[in-house]
């Protein structure tokens, strides 16, 4: 099974280049494929943060196996493709016993089917604690080319600040990071990034809200990214987790609220996940980035 070519049509080559306004608009574009429907397509730049010990990388792997075996993510649907799982925080035989018991979880929920785990457990690969470091020379280039040589829909690197050597607060620093994930990785291969990442702590008193600014580190990590999904807990009910997702290509999703499963170590929707509209006219032009 490979949807690679689906997930991919319209990305390369299709709308770049100057063309008079007529000409543009009546070409044929075609929109890749979403892989997590309205909220992830091929070729974009996902990040995903989290505050302290919400549970950011069970969401993560769980985004991972749901993909590369094509059943839905906390609700949303998704098209399956291969999916390369960069850990760069947790040790390999503890990582081995969460995805041992994430999967048996999801089947048990009936979330996925065995006919699907047994396509995750293909269509997935780990690395746990890589060397691979975002800003040294060529290792972008070899994880873009990595990627286009096996075909992967989808790369997760978890957490992104495991990958960078240096200060991750500098924006000029991690300007030249994304530009080159851009250039190095996407346009080469195609494939959605999905950067794990945190969120920022909050002043005595504040409420996080779950907007962009509540990314930790330099703003140039929200300002690259085509996606930003960020999770935060419920002060009042622990039992829930609320996810406020800011797309750029998608109509945005207010204050989305799931619970998490500890026996089964899986997330769940509290409700079903919202459609998109069937025009682009219809989104306000508040909602568009």
Do not use: C
């Amino acid at each position: 099974m490979d949807a690679r070519a689906e997930l991919l049509a319209g990305w390369k080559d299709e709308g770049y280049g100057r063309r008079r306004l007529g000409d543009f608009l009546d070409s044929n574009l075609p929109e890749p494929q979403p892989i997590v429907a309205n909220v992830i397509p091929a070729g974009t730049i996902t990040i995903l943060a989290g505050q302290h010990k919400v549970g950011k990388t069970f969401m993560l792997t769980q985004m991972a196996l749901t993909v590369a075996g094509g059943a839905p993510w906390i609700g949303f649907e998704t098209t399956p493709t291969k999916v390369l799982y960069l850990n760069y925080e947790v040790a390999a035989w503890s990582y081995q016993r969460r995805i041992r018991g994430q999967l048996a979880g999801l089947e048990r929920q009936g979330i996925m089917t065995p006919p699907q785990i047994e396509l995750a457990k293909k269509n997935v690969v780990v690395e746990s604690l890589p060397s691979l470091r975002l800003n040294h020379k060529g290792a972008v280039g070899e994880l873009g080319e990595y990627l286009d040589k096996g075909n992967f829909g989808m790369v997760i690197i978890d957490p992104v600040r495991g990958a960078i050597k240096g200060d991750r607060n500098k924006d000029e620093t991690i300007d030249a990071i994304m530009q080159s994930l851009l250039d190095q990785v996407v346009k080469v291969s195609g494939a959605a990034i999905v950067l794990g990442h945190h969120m920022r702590k909050p002043q005595p008193g504040e409420a996080l809200t779950g907007s962009t600014w509540d990314v930790k580190g330099a703003g140039a990590f929200s300002d690259a990214a085509d996606n930003i999904i960020v999770m935060w807990r419920d002060k009042k009910d622990r039992t829930t987790t609320h996810m406020g997702f800011t797309l750029r290509h998608y109509e945005g999703i207010d204050d989305y609220k799931v619970t998490f499963q500890p026996a089964s170590k899986v997330f769940k929707p509290l409700h079903a996940a919202p459609s998109p509209p069937s025009d682009i006219s219809q989104v306000s032009s508040d909602d568009l980035i």
